[in-house]
Nanobody, 128 residues
């Protein structure tokens, strides 16, 4: 049985950092790309970014890429993908989800929210 478990969410003040983890089990981790999404209160789910299993295969939502505050990395030895979030803002508040999708054509699948598996989400609240 495939499981994706997100962790690391919490309540932080503006300007602080969090590192979210997405740990997978029950699948051949290296064959999957991992994506991060978030859903802010009252808004639609949006993509944060995704990472494939090849070098230089990390992609971010355009707005986040321009800001440079978020970094996605993966540790295949631990079956885990991380989302490092720095200089957090109140508008980063939401539930953060990870998804796993087979690597072939993963970028298009990421844009289409077409994941094979989803985690349950972890809440991130940025508030003073």
């Amino acid at each position: 049985q495939v499981q994706l478990v997100e962790s690391g969410g919490g309540l932080v003040q503006p300007g602080e950092s969090l590192r979210l983890s997405c740990t997978a089990s029950g699948l051949s981790f290296g064959d999957y790309a991992i994506a991060w999404y978030r859903r802010a209160p009252g808004k639609e789910r949006e993509g944060v970014g995704c990472v494939g299993n090849a070098p230089h295969s990390t992609y971010y939502a355009r707005s986040l890429e321009l800001e440079g505050r978020f970094t996605i990395s993966r540790d295949n030895a631990k079956n885990t993908v991380y989302l490092q979030m720095n200089s957090l803002k109140p508008e980063d508040t939401g539930v953060y989800y990870c998804g796993a999708v087979e690597h072939l054509g993963f970028l298009a699948k990421y844009y289409d929210f077409n994941m094979d598996y989803w985690g349950q989400g972890t809440q991130v609240t940025v508030s003073s």
